[in-house]
C-alpha cells in the first residue's frame, strides 16, 4: 500500500469548504470520488486542515494510500483529467507510511484580500473582499503585529464541535503583516495553526481597528486566557487564501 502526498490548489467559491458533508459539494469529497475511481475501491484523503466554505487554496497538501501502481506523473494527469476545472493537482509524491499533513504541518501560511479601490472589476468579485470605504491602513498595520507571538485565540475562533474535546487555543503567530500591492491591501499570517475562522476573524477586527472602531488595548484584551468577547466581525470567505503548509526537513525529503 502507497501513501501518495499531493498538493492541490482549488477556487472554493462554488464548495462547502474542505470536509465532507451530507449532500453538499466539498473539495475533499470530489477528491475522494476521483481517486475511488482511480482506485477501483473506496480511497479516504486527509487534509492539512479545514478550510472554510468560499475559501481558496493555492496549495493546499493532502495524503491518501493507493494500491495502483501507476506512476506519479500518471497519477497527476489522471486525476486532473476527471477532476473539475476548478481544483488542480499541481504535485504528487511518494510520502512516508506514516506521514500526514495535518499532524506533521510545522506551519500554514493564508492570506486576505482587500480590493480598495472605488469600483470592483467583474473578475475579482470571487478572489476579494471589496472594501472602497475609509481604513487608516497605519493603524491597521500596527495592531496586526500586536498578534505576533503565543497566544490564547479563543476570542478569534467560532464555535467548532471539536471544543467539547477541551483541546487548547493557543497558537503561535511567527508574522502577521499587510503589505500594499498597488489597489489591494494584502494580509498575510504564518503561523503554527488555525482555528475555525481564525483569520476571517482576525480580519473583521482588524478592520474595526482602520475604521477607528478599536485600539492596541481592545486588541490586547482579545488574546487575554479566558476573554470572553464573542469572535468577530467575520470578513467574508471570498478574500481568504490557503498560500502554503510547511513541514519538517525529514518529512520534506520523504
Request: charged residues 20%; proline residues 6%.
Given at each position: 500500500m502507497r501513501r501518495i502526498r499531493i498538493t492541490v490548489s482549488y477556487?472554493?467559491?462554488?464548495?462547502?469548504?474542505?470536509?465532507?458533508?451530507?449532500?453538499?459539494?466539498?473539495?475533499?469529497?470530489?477528491?475522494?470520488?476521483?481517486?475511488?475511481?482511480?482506485?477501483?475501491?473506496?480511497?479516504?484523503?486527509?487534509?492539512?486542515?479545514?478550510?472554510?466554505?468560499?475559501?481558496?487554496?493555492?496549495?493546499?497538501?493532502?495524503?491518501?494510500?493507493?494500491t495502483n501502481p501507476i506512476p506519479l506523473p500518471n497519477l497527476k494527469k489522471a486525476m486532473n483529467?476527471?477532476?473539475?476545472?476548478d481544483i488542480r493537482v499541481l504535485?504528487?509524491?511518494?510520502?512516508?507510511?506514516?506521514f500526514h499533513p495535518r499532524?506533521?504541518?510545522i506551519a500554514k501560511t493564508y492570506e486576505y484580500r482587500l480590493l480598495r479601490a472605488e469600483i470592483c472589476p467583474p473578475f475579482d468579485r470571487r478572489y476579494v473582499?471589496?472594501?472602497?470605504?475609509?481604513?487608516?491602513?497605519?493603524?491597521?498595520?500596527e495592531a496586526a503585529r500586536l498578534l505576533e507571538g503565543e497566544h490564547d485565540f479563543s476570542a478569534f475562533a467560532a464555535a467548532d464541535p471539536v471544543d467539547n474535546l477541551g483541546r487548547s487555543k493557543v497558537r503561535r503567530i511567527f508574522?502577521?503583516?499587510?503589505?500594499r500591492e498597488e489597489d489591494r491591501l494584502i494580509y498575510r499570517v504564518?503561523?503554527?495553526?488555525?482555528?475555525?475562522?481564525?483569520?476571517?476573524?482576525?480580519v473583521g477586527v482588524l478592520l474595526e481597528a482602520g475604521k477607528g472602531n478599536l485600539g492596541p488595548a481592545g486588541i490586547a484584551?482579545?488574546?487575554?486566557?479566558?476573554?470572553?468577547?464573542?469572535?468577530?466581525?467575520?470578513?467574508?470567505?471570498?478574500?481568504?487564501?490557503?498560500?502554503?503548509?510547511?513541514?519538517?526537513?525529514?518529512?520534506?525529503?520523504?
Open positions: 477556487d472554493g467559491t462554488d464548495y462547502h469548504g474542505w470536509q465532507v458533508q451530507p449532500g453538499v459539494a466539498t473539495i475533499q469529497r470530489v477528491l475522494e470520488d476521483v481517486l475511488s475511481e482511480i482506485e477501483g475501491d473506496v480511497v479516504h484523503v486527509d487534509g492539512s486542515g479545514r478550510t472554510d466554505a468560499g475559501v481558496h487554496a493555492l496549495a493546499q497538501v493532502a495524503a491518501f494510500r493507493l483529467r476527471l477532476l473539475p476545472r504535485e504528487t509524491a511518494e510520502a512516508h507510511e506514516s499532524y506533521d504541518a473582499y471589496h472594501y472602497p470605504y475609509p481604513l487608516d491602513e497605519a493603524r491597521m498595520i508574522s502577521s503583516g499587510f503589505t504564518r503561523g503554527s495553526g488555525f482555528l475555525k475562522h481564525m483569520v476571517r476573524n482576525i484584551v482579545r488574546l487575554n486566557p479566558g476573554c470572553k468577547i464573542p469572535a468577530g466581525p467575520s470578513a467574508p470567505a471570498r478574500g481568504l487564501f490557503l498560500v502554503s503548509v510547511e513541514y519538517g526537513e525529514q518529512v520534506a525529503r520523504v
